[in-house]
């Protein structure tokens, strides 16, 4: 500005030399405005060699960074550890894909954009997953689902749901995926109390450590399948009714869903009723204590103290310990009373509205 403003009207004012600079850095010049002297054009050389080096730094730091979260993703390497409200998986099953798309399937609220996986899985098996268009946007995490650095990678602590499978990459026999599988949700417990935590087991005798981490559900999956097969060699054709139960392949569906507030301290006759006649559901049965354990014994404790008997009060605890998460009760009487954090069990035709 100072050297042209004399001799070239290109420059009138400050404002325009350094609209003029700011231009030639980041470009090569729109040539409106064109230094006239000898100084003048010695400084524009000078500003477009520092705007090439400037612009050729921050593309390659770009270019740089955008390659390099690309490699972290692609290796597991990124830290999840400021998500919130996400689903985690832990340790891996054979057939993963389908395993996954029977979880989102199951559940509407979860989406593989909020679903985070955390395993040691080969690098090949993470490329299938991510190449399944049903699996777009899953998030993953290459770490040991008993490391606690890794379980907060994969955002633990912020996590609503956490599942923990029997890692089949795990080296040993059946104790020590069981074993595993106990630390593991310790540890999650451990970080975030409020999450529900659902593990697999293999073998039944692990269930009570799992109950003492305040595990949420347990599936016990060999035991399971082993009950199936016995139906299946009595030739009832229980086994049958199962599956379709659970698969929904027959129109039908074995489900839990939420039963309405104006029915809590009421008696399971009138709620059977309103499921058959208005939401057209065959209700067989509750399921209390629903959701985290740890909060329902917390609150039950609570209302507990409250009461003004001290006599009642040590069987009110010796009941709030002997809470089970998640306890079904099958066909109770028709004047059992709907306690609150229950869920009804019903069987959902193949049409809504089909029952009469």
Known sequence: FLVERRVNEGFPTFFDSLWWTIVTISTVGYGERVPLTFWGRIGALATIFVGMAVMGTVTGRIASFLMERQMKEENGA?????????FVVCGWKREMNRVLHQILDADECFSPVSTVLLNRAPTESITDIRNDPRLKGIRYVNGDLMEERDLIRAGIKGATRVLVLADHLTE?????????????????????????????????????????????????????????????ASGTGLSHVLQALISGTNGGCLETVKIPDSFIGKTYAALREYFFYEEHRQLIG???????????????????????DISSLVPKLKEV???TANEPVINPPADYMIRRYTRGIVITGPEKGSAR
């Open 78 to 86: 990124l830290d999840y550890h400021r998500l919130k409200g996400h």
């Open 172 to 232: 040993g026999d059946l104790r020590q995926i069981d074993s595993k599988t106990v630390m593991a949700v310790m540890s999650i417990k451990n970080l975030n109390k409020n999450a529900y935590v659902c593990a697999e087991l293999l073998d039944t005798k692990y269930e009570k450590y799992l109950r003492l981490s305040h595990c949420d559900e347990i599936l016990s999956s060999r035991e399971f399948v082993r009950a199936v097969t016995a139906c299946a």
């Open 286 to 308: 509750l399921l209390e204590n629903t959701g985290n354990i740890m909060a329902r014994k917390r609150e039950a404790l609570r209302d507990a103290q409250k009461n003004p």
């Open 321 to 323: 310990k002997s809470l």
